[in-house]
């Protein structure tokens, strides 16, 4: 499941921006030669050419050898920087899942794909139960480690392929792709025991946490705009909060 890490690109900035500044620095010599040229008031005949290099050999060799590394090792250092605040604006900062403008993103992506191909997609909407009177009861950090023992669950259950975010307060999302309606209720049922079997921060006071899920999908490829989906998931949701809580209800309209 991808919760926040790169599988945003095959080759992130620290890879590319070092390649990048690799090919700068192995140029840097040429970019010299050429600059010395138009100093010498354009002479840059094959004569002037040798010359210059058999006079300069070692300032020529030391900048073939220097210049590669040093902007290699500047475009490393400049990738990451872009890798990390890239990864920053898409992630969310306590559970290290996807955010919601990301998931929003990927769910328009996954549908347009899976109507093109007339594919399933599932979509589960996450509330998790009492978090109000867990801050209000225990204390916001009591809050914290019951909104990580919904992450973890979510980590155990989902699939690689699945993708799964903080939509913001108690909610989460998880997007399935290729999972059909009873596959994703199997899956909103293994989320919901796993959470119940470890619980969270017993030492804090939290010693049982329960969800409730919406779970609608995409009509084989039917469904093809971000706030369909979501609107059925959140209905699903609300049916769930109606019937007592604690149990994943789906619908498809």
Same mark, same amino acid.
């Given at each position: ?6 599988? /945003?690109? @095959? ?33 840059? !005949?094959?004569?002037?050419?040798? @010359? ?24 490393y250092?400049?990738?990451?920087? +872009?890798?990390?605040? /890239?990864?920053? =604006?898409?992630? !969310?900062?306590?559970?290290? #899942? ?8 990927? #769910? ?9 191909? %007339? ?8 509330? $998790? ?17 019951? /909104?990580?023992?919904? &992450?973890? @669950? $979510?980590?155990?259950?989902?699939r690689?392929? !699945? ?8 909610e ?6 290729? &999972? =059909?309606?009873?596959?994703? #209720? ?13 619980? @969270?921060?017993?030492?804090k %006071? ?5 969800? =409730? ?17 979501? +609107?059925?998931? !959140? ?11 604690d ?7």
């Amino acid at each position: 499941m991808r919760l926040g890490g790169f599988s /945003l690109s @095959s080759c992130p900035g620290r890879c590319l921006y070092p390649l990048l500044g690799l090919a700068l620095g192995v140029g840097a010599p040429l970019g010299l030669l050429v600059l010395r040229g138009f100093l010498e008031e354009g002479v840059t !005949d094959i004569d002037w050419i040798r @010359s210059e290099l058999a006079a300069h050999r070692v300032t020529y060799l030391y900048l073939a050898l220097s210049a590669p590394l040093v902007f290699a090792l500047l475009g490393y250092v400049l990738g990451a920087q +872009r890798d990390l605040l /890239l990864q920053s =604006s898409i992630t !969310d900062p306590l559970t290290g #899942l996807f955010n919601r403008r990301h998931m929003e993103d990927r #769910l328009r992506e996954e549908l347009a794909r899976a109507a093109r191909h %007339g594919q399933p997609l599932a979509f589960l909407l996450i509330d $998790l139960d009492g978090l109000k009177e867990i801050n209000d009861r225990r204390g916001h950090e009591a809050g914290d480690a019951a /909104l990580q023992a919904v &992450t973890e @669950s $979510l980590r155990q259950s989902c699939r690689v392929t !699945d993708i799964a975010a903080r939509f913001g307060g108690d909610e989460f999302a998880v997007l399935a792709p290729l &999972t =059909s309606a009873p596959e994703a #209720l199997h899956a909103s049922e293994r989320i919901r025991a796993i959470l119940k079997q470890q619980g @969270s921060g017993k030492g804090k %006071g939290v010693v049982s946490l329960s969800v =409730s899920i919406g779970v609608t999908d995409n009509r084989q490829g039917s469904v093809m705009e971000p706030r369909e989906i979501y +609107r059925m998931a !959140d209905k699903a949701l609300y049916e769930a909060k109606e019937r007592g809580r604690d149990r994943a209800v789906y619908s498809g309209g």
